[in-house]
């Protein structure tokens, strides 16, 4: 009679060494591809979005942005142009309901020029109020 053979099994166990190895390149290689960039926000005053007859008239203030280009009360300006005037102007110091400022973007402006002056009204103390084209049904 012939003995009955033994079986033989393999070690089933999965290598694990090199994970630690791996886990600290993977966090060394994150931290290096990661760029830390601080995001520029500002806080804005917001008039309500009721329709009043007294918020707008022939005085306030309006800025058109078209483009590349500002347009502050329909004259050309650039952004340090702009914040000077609406620094001579005083926002500041005047009622809430006077320091509205009327900002009118059309489309194709780069976000960049929008929120610089967006930026540069609320620095000087303005209040915004965004001009929107009605609808027709």
Same mark, same amino acid.
């Given at each position: ?8 099994? &393999?070690d089933m166990a ?19 591809a ?10 804005a ?9 007294n ?14 280009e500002i347009?502050f ?11 000077? &005037?609406l $620094?001579?102007l005083?926002? $500041?110091?005047l009622?809430?309901?006077k320091r509205v ?5 059309? $489309? ?7 929120f610089?002056?967006?930026? $540069?009204?609320s620095a ?5 109020a965004l ?7």
């Amino acid at each position: 009679m012939s003995k009955p053979r033994k079986k033989k099994y &393999r070690d089933m166990a999965i290598p694990t060494d090199s994970f630690s190895d791996i886990a600290f390149l993977l966090i060394i290689y994150f931290l290096v591809a990661t760029s830390l960039v601080k995001i520029k926000s500002i806080t804005a005053d917001l008039p309500a979005g009721e329709k009043s007859t007294n918020a707008q008239s022939d005085k306030t203030p309006t800025i058109n942005l078209r483009g590349s280009e500002i347009f502050f009360n329909d004259k050309p300006l650039d952004l340090e142009a702009l914040s000077a &005037r609406l $620094a001579a102007l005083d926002l $500041a110091k005047l009622e809430p309901d006077k320091r509205v400022v009327l900002l009118e973007s059309a $489309a194709g402006t780069p976000y960049q020029n929008y929120f610089q002056a967006l930026a $540069a009204i609320s620095a000087n103390g303005g209040v915004v109020a965004l001009v929107d084209e009605e609808k027709k049904p």
